[in-house]
């Protein structure tokens, strides 16, 4: 079936969190908290991007982006998260499309880049990698991953959007 992705809008919240919920569920890495970080993020102003997978009437997949810190870095870095897939509608390129949406839109937004944590062997494909001058607390360096889109590199541990407060409680 035909995809479309689209922003997000306040009436896509519920399908929103049920797709987190059930994509997450099984996630070695993670407490299924990323609904709670989406809510957190929408209420605190922190969601620059918001990007919803549909098939027909069915919210399939979603992708997100919010403001980062970079201290030696200038301006302008976004952090996706997060990215997720209904578990029976992966591997047929849902994400690859949001991914791919969600950076045609930050670099639209005139962003310099963005970062996120997560498996190089997926990620490496939308040109990220893992590079020792940037850093995120906790994280093994090998799972922090950034793409610029122009000359400017991703430096320093990342200060991510107080929203993610959410993913530590
Ligand atoms: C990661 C995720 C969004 C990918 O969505 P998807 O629609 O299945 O992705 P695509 O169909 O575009 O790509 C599938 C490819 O990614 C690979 N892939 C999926 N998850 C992967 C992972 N964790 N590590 C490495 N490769 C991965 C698949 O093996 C497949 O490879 P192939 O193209 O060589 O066959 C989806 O698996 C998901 O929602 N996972 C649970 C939530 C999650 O882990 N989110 C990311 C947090 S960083």
Known sequence: MELTIRAATAADAAAITAVLQAAFAQHPHSQNQEYRLVEALRAQGGLSVALC????EQLCGLVCASPVQLPMSAEGWYCIAPLAVLPALQGQGIGQ??????????????????????EPGYYQRFGFSADPALTSAGIPPEYVLSRAFGSQQAQGEIIYH????????
């Open 53 to 56: 997978a549909w098939q027909g």
């Open 97 to 118: 499309q949001l991914m791919q949406a969600v950076l045609h839109k930050l670099q639209a937004m005139g962003a310099a880049g963005c970062v996120l944590v997560g």
């Open 162 to 169: 107080p929203a993610f407060a959410v993913l530590e409680s």
